[in-house]
C-alpha cells in the first residue's frame, strides 16, 4: 500500500504564491509517475501536473503552464507544486495521486493511489 500525505495548503492573494508537497511512503515502484490534481465545487476534478519519477519528465495543464512549477526530491521521496502568479480561479482542494507506470498520463482514473487533499483559496 502506498500512503499520499499532502501539505501546504492554505489562503493568499491573488498574485500570490504557494507550495504544495506531497510525501509518498510504503510500497515502492521501480517506475511511476506522480501527479497533481484539483477539484473545484461542482466541478469535475482535473489534471494539473505531472512527473516521471525515473527521468524528471513533466507535463503541465494549459491553465497552469508557466505559472506552476512540478519538481521532486528522491531522497526524501516528497513531489512538490510550486504555485506562483495565483488567480481565484485556483481556488480548489489540491490532490497528489500516483500512478505505477510511466504514461504521464492527465487522466485521473489512470492513478491508484491518492492523498486526502489540501485546500488553496486564493482571494480577490
Known amino acids: 500500500q502506498v500512503q499520499l500525505v499532502e501539505s501546504g495548503g492554505g489562503l493568499v492573494q491573488a498574485g500570490g504564491s504557494l507550495r504544495l508537497s506531497c510525501a509518498a511512503s510504503?510500497?515502492?515502484?521501480?517506475?511511476?509517475?506522480m501527479g497533481w490534481f484539483r477539484q473545484a465545487p461542482g466541478k469535475e476534478r482535473e489534471f494539473v501536473a505531472g512527473i516521471r519519477w525515473s527521468n524528471g519528465s513533466t507535463r503541465y495543464a494549459d491553465s497552469v503552464k508557466g505559472r506552476f512549477t512540478i519538481s521532486r526530491d528522491n531522497a526524501k521521496n516528497t513531489v512538490y507544486l510550486q504555485m506562483d502568479s495565483l488567480k481565484p480561479e485556483d481556488t480548489a482542494i489540491y490532490y497528489c495521486a500516483l500512478d505505477p507506470s510511466m504514461s504521464l498520463t492527465s487522466t485521473a482514473s489512470r492513478y491508484d493511489y491518492w492523498g486526502q487533499g489540501t485546500q488553496v483559496t486564493v482571494s480577490s
Open positions: 510504503g510500497r515502492t515502484f521501480s517506475r511511476y509517475v
